[in-house]
């Protein structure tokens, strides 16, 4: 069987730089994109079996590269691969046309069996983003009322919270997401001024009551 032949949409070089070294010699990536309009001209001049795409991006998110995408090639399949496991992300880009969303700690090995799977028609889900898939359509989650309350903090303050809110260390957040510690902290108290909070404890049950942690 030849290789997948893939895309990689995330505004990181040093993740993108990563997948191609963990999983380059068990696909082929022929492309790769930073933001929305660097992401639809690669895949619209490649046409992978798969795109590999990451949830939050400037110039518009993952969504938007998918509806362009998608009007002019819709048999194109995206798996979203992303750090956030938020419902509200898992549910935006399925809804949008999905296939598949996994984080980022996912292994090499893992990554390129779900790209397989989505290539050939599956659904691929880490577990605990299946059951958000599932509440989601049970209605469960309200998905409406948690969007109309992060409509108010920018995409890196919502990376910031969840991180923040599942126990992380400033330093580890500032790792993750390549930014400084004192962008952390002034990401934080952004957060908690927009949200009406007062503090990290605060936050984090915040996120807890509306299962974006």
Do not use: C
């Not at 990181?12 to 070294?21: L, P, W």
Request: no cysteine; glycine share 8%; net charge negative.
């Amino acid at each position: 069987m030849s290789q997948r032949r893939v895309v990689v949409i995330d505004d990181h070089d040093m993740f993108r730089a990563g997948v191609r070294s963990e999983i380059g010699t068990a696909v082929e990536i022929v492309g790769e994109g930073a933001d929305v309009d660097s992401a639809v001209k690669a895949i619209v001049a490649n046409e992978p079996d798969v795109v590999l795409l990451d949830v939050h991006l400037p110039g518009g998110g993952g969504t938007e590269v998918m509806k362009q995408v998608h009007q002019r090639h819709p048999e194109i399949k995206f798996l979203a691969l992303s750090v956030s496991d938020a419902a509200e992300d898992v549910i935006g880009v399925i809804r949008a046309g999905a296939r598949g969303y996994v984080t980022k700690n996912i292994s090499g090995t893992e990554l390129v069996d779900a790209i397989g799977r989505v290539a050939d028609g599956d659904a691929v889900f880490s577990p605990r983003l299946a059951g958000f898939v599932l509440d989601a359509f049970s209605g469960a989650i309200d998905i409406a009322s948690v969007d109309e309350d992060l409509d108010r903090l920018s995409q890196r303050e919502r990376e910031v919270l969840r991180l923040i809110a599942r126990g992380y260390a400033y330093k580890e957040v500032a790792r993750e997401l390549f930014i400084s510690v004192k962008t952390v902290e002034t990401h934080v108290s952004s957060v908690l001024r927009k949200l009406q909070l007062s503090n990290r404890h605060e936050l984090t049950r915040w996120a807890t009551d509306r299962r974006l942690v």
